[in-house]
T-cell receptor
Framework: DVKVTQSSRYLVKRTGEKVFLECVQD?????MFWYRQDPGLGLRLIYF???????EKGDIPEGYSVSREKKERFSLILESASTNQTSMYLC????????????FGDGTRLSIL | KNEVEQSPQNLTAQEGEFITINCSYS?????LHWLQQHPGGGIVSLFM???GKKKHGRLIATINIQEKHSSLHITASHPRDSAVYIC???????????FGTGTSLTVIP
């Protein structure tokens, strides 16, 4: 079974802090994704990566950056956390062929105080 | 307007009822996915469809490509089916998925 592991289920940080969310997958997937999920808005793509050191902006990249130094690990960085970044963050991965499904982590519920 | 629209947004059913959740999309897609999210966050892929119909246990998913519409049916619903169901579509070109906002299902014993 594919395993996508997010480093924290719950995280509380303060405004202005630099926040790192880590995601690791064990199936050698080329593509990895970071989403945020808010009530009434559904899943929105922040960034995705289609290979090591490669990244593309999604719909809402402002205030975020990403890092993919190894194929199995995709990190989301909040450069200077703000209260409007309080949300559920979900990581996903899949093989490059589009016909393959995405596999999701359990999510990180991040609160910025 | 979202590229993918789901209805209803919320659904409450009695145990044993037959349930239908609908998904309409306005963009050309190559495959449509039905996802399930239980309270607590984790998302599981239920089905991936590019045509016709798929069945897994009490769950059935259908898609009509011409009408750009898909349905998820649950037969003999059970309280453990209570979850948010999300449809998502995507194209062969590009990596982006288009997500619906989800249908929150509660099945009452």
């Amino acid at each position: 079974d594919v395993k996508v592991t997010q480093s924290s289920r719950y995280l509380v940080k303060r405004t202005g802090e630099k926040v790192f969310l880590e995601c690791v997958q064990d199936m050698d997937h080329e593509n990895m994704f970071w989403y945020r999920q808010d009530p009434g808005l559904g899943l929105r793509l922040i960034y995705f990566s289609y290979d090591v050191k490669m990244k593309e902006k999604g719909d809402i990249p402002e205030g975020y950056s990403v890092s993919r130094e190894k194929k199995e690990r995709f990190s989301l960085i909040l450069e200077s956390a703000s209260t409007n970044q309080t949300s559920m963050y979900l990581c996903a991965s899949r093989f490059r062929r589009f016909s393959q499904p995405q596999h999701f982590g359990d999510g990180t519920r991040l609160s910025i105080l | 307007k979202n590229e993918v629209e789901q209805s209803p947004q919320n659904l409450t059913a009695q145990e044993g009822e037959f349930i239908t959740i609908n998904c309409s999309y306005s963009v050309g897609i190559s495959a449509l996915h039905w996802l399930q999210q239980h309270p607590g966050g984790g998302i599981v892929s239920l089905f991936m469809l590019s045509s016709g119909k798929k069945k897994h246990g009490r769950l059935i998913a259908t898609i009509n490509i011409q009408e750009k519409h898909s349905s998820l049916h649950i037969t003999a619903s059970h309280p453990r089916d209570s979850a948010v169901y999300i449809c998502a579509g995507g194209r062969d070109t590009g990596n982006q998925f288009y997500f619906g906002t989800g249908t929150s299902l509660t099945v009452i014993p």
